[in-house]
């Protein structure tokens, strides 16, 4: 493992059986703190620098929290190719610097296509399971985000270009993580997760339709779910005042 200070922050690199190297930053926590540590898991093509990501992991400092960012491979600072990214790889991924930071309890947090993620690790924790944070969460985006002409395209082994409303750059997906994520879909059936869930989902989003959270509070086995509706909210939820409403969301889960 080695570290490199960027700004004010340090970011770690944890090398992996096969050689890929994940960034990260970790904060433990004051001494003696036993609350969970709060696990960052950003969306699609975006990275542990943004808005929310680094709001929350200021917010664990200040308050003595424990707290974990990291890039997926092929994004941000860690090293790989975005096209051979997966569900898969990315989970397997936040699951090996959990099982080499965290020793206790883990609340997961996910953004976009974060929320898909983090149930995917959710069901890979058991035990170390305290809770789950969706912000505007999109589980099976491949499915009911695609016209059955893209996912044709997709199936034939052809990268699939759509619009970037974030930048120049159209956004690509690639047939390998189509043909993994065709395996991950959960909003079918019941998601066996029972710990306690909050989703944040704004109105306005024109990216994941807000009804995707109701559909995943439906799906889910635990009692203990809350959807928060922010009515002109759009997908980012970076506003400051969205910013304080996932804080506070976040807070819940240390009394």
Same mark, same amino acid.
């Given at each position: 493992?080695?570290?490199?200070?960027?700004?004010?922050?340090?970011?770690?690199?944890?090398?992996?059986?096969?050689?890929?190297?994940?960034?990260?930053?970790?904060?433990? /926590?004051?001494?003696?703190?036993?609350? %969970?540590?709060?696990?960052?898991?950003?969306?699609?093509?975006?990275?542990?620098?943004?808005?929310?990501?680094?709001?929350?992991?200021?917010?664990?400092?200040?308050?003595?929290?424990?707290?974990?960012?990291?890039?997926?491979?092929?994004?941000?600072?860690?090293?790989?190719?975005?096209?051979?990214?997966?569900?898969?790889?990315?989970?397997?991924?936040?699951?090996?610097?959990?099982?080499?930071?965290?020793?206790?309890?883990?609340?997961?947090?996910?953004?976009?296509?974060?929320?898909?993620?983090?149930?995917?690790?959710?069901?890979?924790?058991?035990?170390?399971?305290?809770?789950?944070?969706?912000?505007? %969460?999109?589980?099976?985006?491949?499915?009911? /985000?695609?016209?059955?002409?893209?996912?044709?395209?997709?199936?034939?082994?052809?990268?699939?270009?759509?619009?970037?409303?974030?930048?120049?750059?159209?956004? %690509?997906?690639?047939?390998?993580?189509?043909?993994?994520?065709?395996?991950?879909?959960?909003?079918?059936?019941?998601?066996?997760?029972?710990?306690?869930?909050?989703?944040?989902?704004?109105?306005?989003?024109?990216?994941?339709?807000?009804?995707?959270?109701?559909?995943?509070?439906? /799906?889910?086995?635990?009692?203990?779910?809350?959807?928060?509706?922010?009515?002109?909210?759009?997908?980012?939820?970076?506003?400051?005042?969205?910013?304080?409403?996932?804080?506070?969301?976040?807070?819940?889960?240390?009394?």
């Amino acid at each position: 493992m080695q570290g490199m200070v960027i700004g004010m922050s340090q970011v770690m690199h944890h090398t992996l059986y096969d050689g890929r190297r994940i960034a990260f930053r970790h904060t433990p /926590g004051a001494e003696g703190f036993g609350g %969970p540590t709060l696990v960052f898991l950003p969306g699609y093509m975006s990275d542990m620098a943004g808005g929310k990501a680094t709001a929350l992991f200021a917010e664990a400092e200040a308050a003595g929290r424990a707290c974990l960012l990291l890039d997926y491979s092929g994004c941000g600072a860690s090293a790989g190719d975005f096209s051979d990214g997966t569900l898969s790889r990315w989970r397997d991924e936040v699951l090996a610097l959990i099982a080499s930071y965290v020793a206790g309890p883990v609340v997961l947090a996910g953004s976009s296509m974060g929320g898909w993620l983090m149930l995917l690790v959710a069901e890979r924790l058991t035990e170390q399971l305290a809770g789950l944070v969706g912000i505007a %969460p999109a589980p099976d985006f491949t499915h009911w /985000g695609y016209t059955e002409a893209q996912r044709t395209q997709l199936a034939r082994g052809e990268t699939l270009y759509q619009r970037n409303p974030y930048g120049p750059e159209p956004t %690509p997906t690639h047939p390998g993580f189509f043909a993994d994520a065709e395996c991950h879909l959960r909003l079918g059936g019941v998601i066996d997760l029972a710990c306690p869930v909050r989703l944040i989902h704004g109105q306005h989003d024109d990216d994941v339709p807000w009804e995707v959270s109701l559909r995943l509070a439906a /799906g889910l086995r635990s009692d203990d779910v809350q959807v928060t509706l922010i009515k002109d909210g759009d997908h980012r939820l970076s506003r400051d005042s969205d910013i304080a409403i996932l804080k506070a969301v976040v807070a819940g889960f240390y009394g």
